[in-house]
């Protein structure tokens, strides 16, 4: 191939590199957009919630039974 | 659309008007170095051309369908960014025009050119760059 040939060549590889990384930046900051990349993300979400739920739960019940364990004490003298 | 997009016709008209854009500003550097405003060692004059009439066939077709896809999803609203992107289109025909008919006229193409890629801009800003700064 001429010099000219490989110039080309380069000069279109060159925009092909440019396509490639505007669709890559633009991608990445969208966020994933796949059906199936949505739902894995929404239940991570539900997963998180449920277990702050149950952490929040787990405290109400120690709550309560030192709470009792209070009051037996104080009944008990 | 909504299907070919899997339901994400904003999103996918944002990547193609970004990829246009960044292909814009390549552009603005080959045809620089086309009628040899700059001269870099790597780049003759002659492959310069040839490679921005390659790419610019390539961003009008990305143009044309990010128009389409543009119509069909939300219709014609008349702002800024309709106005921007019509004038978009006429101006890049004019060009394409002069450079495959009207050779003549081939002084009118350095302030086409210009004009394209403002506007392409333009029309960027007012709907691909909202659509990047809200994700």
């Given at each position: 191939?001429?010099?000219?040939?490989?110039?080309?060549?380069?000069?279109?590889?060159?925009?092909?590199?440019?396509?490639?990384?505007?669709?890559?930046?633009?991608?990445?900051?969208?966020?994933?957009?796949?059906?199936?990349?949505?739902?894995?993300?929404?239940?991570?979400?539900?997963?998180?919630?449920?277990?702050?739920?149950?952490?929040?739960?787990?405290?109400?019940?120690?709550?309560?039974?030192?709470?009792?364990?209070?009051?037996?004490?104080?009944?008990?003298? | 659309?909504?299907?070919?997009?899997?339901?994400?016709p904003?999103?996918?008209?944002?990547?193609?008007?970004?990829?246009?854009?960044?292909?814009?500003?390549?552009?603005?550097?080959?045809?620089?170095?086309?009628?040899?405003?700059?001269?870099?060692?790597?780049?003759?004059?002659?492959?310069?051309?040839?490679?921005h009439?390659?790419?610019?066939?390539?961003?009008?077709a990305?143009?044309?369908?990010?128009?389409?896809?543009?119509?069909?999803?939300?219709?014609?609203?008349?702002?800024?960014?309709?106005a921007?992107?019509?004038?978009?289109?006429?101006?890049?025909?004019?060009?394409?025009?002069?450079?495959?008919?009207?050779?003549?006229?081939?002084?009118?193409?350095?302030?086409?050119?210009?004009?394209?890629?403002?506007?392409?801009?333009?029309?960027?800003?007012?709907?691909?760059?909202?659509?990047l700064?809200?994700?």
């Amino acid at each position: 191939m001429s010099r000219d040939g490989w110039q080309l060549l380069g000069s279109l590889l060159a925009a092909a590199l440019i396509a490639a990384v505007a669709i890559a930046v633009v991608t990445a900051r969208l966020g994933p957009t796949s059906v199936a990349e949505l739902d894995a993300q929404e239940e991570r979400l539900r997963e998180r919630i449920e277990r702050r739920e149950e952490r929040q739960e787990r405290r109400r019940e120690l709550r309560e039974q030192r709470r009792e364990a209070r009051e037996e004490a104080r009944g008990r003298r | 659309m909504q299907t070919v997009t899997r339901g994400n016709p904003t999103e996918v008209k944002a990547v193609l008007a970004t990829v246009a854009l960044a292909l814009g500003a390549y552009q603005l550097a080959l045809i620089a170095v086309g009628y040899r405003r700059l001269r870099p060692s790597f780049l003759g004059a002659r492959p310069a051309t040839r490679a921005h009439r390659a790419v610019g066939d390539a961003i009008a077709a990305l143009l044309v369908l990010t128009a389409f896809m543009c119509l069909a999803v939300f219709g014609v609203d008349g702002g800024l960014h309709a106005a921007a992107g019509a004038a978009l289109l006429a101006v890049l025909a004019v060009k394409v025009a002069v450079v495959r008919w009207i050779p003549r006229a081939g002084r009118l193409l350095p302030p086409l050119g210009l004009a394209v890629f403002t506007l392409l801009a333009l029309t960027w800003l007012t709907s691909a760059a909202g659509v990047l700064g809200d994700g």
